[in-house]
């Protein structure tokens, strides 16, 4: 389902909540993120281009996802011109055609999303931003919230999630949020 829809329908009461949102106005979030969304500039495996810096961005073709939540830092950015796909797979694709410069994208699901699509890509380092991501509730689910955010303390405390995370993702939480800590925008 696209984000877009699916966020309306959280905030109609038809879903109790949205996983992997930063804070939005109208929904209810613990107070402690549940995950990081570090974005980074990737190019084809071939490109030219070698590390992101905000001056080589200038006039060039910058693929991003419509209706996903980025931070201030990308959505303010004049210098450079937007190109809107659907969906990561679809933005990997033009990518892939050479029909974006480079795609700003989630540092976590973009490699399996690009073998998927078959599309050999590179990240331009450093990575560019990252915001703290929330399991994001109807406001009539504040029930949900305070047990959420008293579960996630516990699971925090006694090294859970990160056994967790080290074992379905590429770090721990803890490792992920000491690294994206310095680029993380504020909620």
């Known amino acids: ?13 038809d879903y109790d909540a949205i996983l992997d949102s ?3 106005s109208g929904l209810i979030t613990p107070s402690i ?20 810096n905000w001056n080589r961005v200038n006039n060039q073709r910058a693929g991003l996802v419509i209706n996903y ?9 004049k210098d450079w011109t937007v190109v809107a796909a659907e969906t990561e797979e679809k933005l990997l694709t033009l990518l892939g055609k050479n029909r974006v410069d480079f795609a700003i994208l989630d540092y976590f ?8 699509v078959g599309v050999e890509i590179r ?11 929330y399991l994001c509730f109807n406001s009539k689910r ?25 074992k379905y993702s590429i770090k721990s939480y803890s490792e ?3 690294e994206v800590i310095s680029i993380t925008e504020p909620d």
């Open 142 to 166: 504040s029930d949900l919230v305070a047990q959420l955010d008293k579960k996630i303390k516990e699971m925090l405390d006694d090294g859970t999630i990160d056994a967790i995370y080290k």
């Open 176 to 178: 992920i949020q000491n």
């Open 22 to 24: 930063v804070k939005v």
């Open 123 to 133: 990240l331009l380092y450093p990575l560019i931003v990252s915001q703290n991501l």
């Open 33 to 52: 993120p549940t995950s990081f969304y570090p974005l980074g500039a990737y190019v084809n495996k071939d490109s030219e281009i070698t590390e992101f």
């Open 69 to 77: 939540h980025y931070a201030d830092i990308i959505l303010k950015n």
């Open 109 to 116: 699901s973009v490699v399996k999303l690009s073998e998927k």
């Open 1 to 13: 389902m696209p984000w877009g829809r699916c966020e309306k329908m959280v905030f109609s009461g």
